[in-house]
């Protein structure tokens, strides 16, 4: 690792101390390699490798997942398919005109099909609301990380000690120049971005 000319106060050593944006992409690698699956055949994967380091430093919370966008398919899914059927069924059963049975005639009313329609509605009901979800709750994260780019620029003043584990601030006059744990720069990075209540829930391990 390259010096920094500028001891950590942590341990007052300056080998292993490397800026908080380069250890925080140093941990992120996209890692490419050949695999075998099993069939046998030979391919090339690359998969997002993230440290542990790296996600604690990160400036910003992790996104929401979107994990009901697949019920959501699903249920989109049932109502094309329900909604088809009752279309379907109900022609092929008005079109048989009277008269035309070989042998008895079938007895009682034609088969009600309408609880396709009901499927289909509830269906298209659920498909709704989980898109309404999805919707806000991606709008809730990009008002919430309104102030990232604030909260960046104490982040990219932050410097990391690999020897100690501590985070410092350089060339900030208003802040604090002891060592914070990687939770405390945590919340003062987030709270800059104004989104530090987050801190308490999403805590940095690294
Ligand atoms: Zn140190």
């Known amino acids: ?3 920094n000319g500028h001891a950590c ?3 007052g050593r300056d080998d292993l101390v490397q800026a908080v944006p380069a250890a925080y992409l140093a941990g992120r690698d996209d890692v490419t390699r050949r695999e075998r699956n099993r069939d046998g ?3 090339t994967v690359t998969r997002r490798v993230t440290t542990a ?4 430093l990160a400036p910003v919370p992790r996104e929401p997942t979107y994990g009901l966008g697949v019920l959501g398919v699903f249920t989109g899914f049932v109502s094309v398919a329900a909604f088809v059927g009752w279309v379907l069924l109900g022609k092929a059963f008005e ?3 009277d008269g035309v049975y070989f042998g008895e005639p079938p007895s009682g009313p034609d088969p009600d099909f309408s609880f396709l329609g009901r499927i289909s509605g509830l269906a298209l009901c659920v498909t709704l609301l989980v898109v309404v979800v999805l919707v806000r709750r991606r709008g809730e994260f990009v008002r919430l990380t309104r102030g990232r780019e604030r909260a960046e620029e104490l982040w990219a003043c932050g410097w990391y000690c690999h020897r ?5 601030l350089r060339d900030l006059p208003e802040e604090d120049v002891r060592p914070f744990s990687l939770q405390e720069f945590r919340e003062r990075v987030w709270e800059r971005g104004g989104y530090g ?3 308490a829930r999403q805590r940095a391990i690294g």
């Open 95 to 97: 079109e048989v005109p």
């Open 1 to 3: 690792m390259e010096k």
């Open 53 to 56: 380091l790296s996600e604690a």
């Open 197 to 199: 209540e987050l801190a």
């Open 9 to 11: 106060p942590g341990c």
């Open 164 to 168: 100690c584990g501590t985070v410092h």
């Open 41 to 43: 055949d030979v391919r």
